[in-house]
């Protein structure tokens, strides 16, 4: 996974960073890092991403 992903999967969805990042409890900024540098590498954060990327990719867009 790199930013790529992210942003492509957060574009799909019609959604800002902001927006985006309210997904996973983190601001703007945090959503604007991962899509530049990558996401985190391990950890409860990468597991979301993962997650969410799959639900979005599978096409069910937007999780409560």
């Given at each position: 996974m790199d930013g790529a992903l992210i942003?492509?999967?957060?574009?799909?969805?019609?959604?800002s960073q902001a927006t985006f990042g309210e997904?996973?409890?983190?601001?703007?900024s945090?959503?604007?890092r991962w899509e530049t540098n990558g996401p985190p590498t391990?950890?409860?954060?990468?597991?979301a991403i993962e997650r969410e990327i799959s639900t979005?990719?599978?096409?069910?867009?937007?999780?409560?």
């Open positions: 942003r492509g999967a957060r574009e799909k969805v019609g959604e997904r996973f409890g983190v601001d703007q945090t959503v604007h391990r950890g409860p954060a990468r597991k979005i990719e599978a096409g069910a867009g937007s999780c409560p």
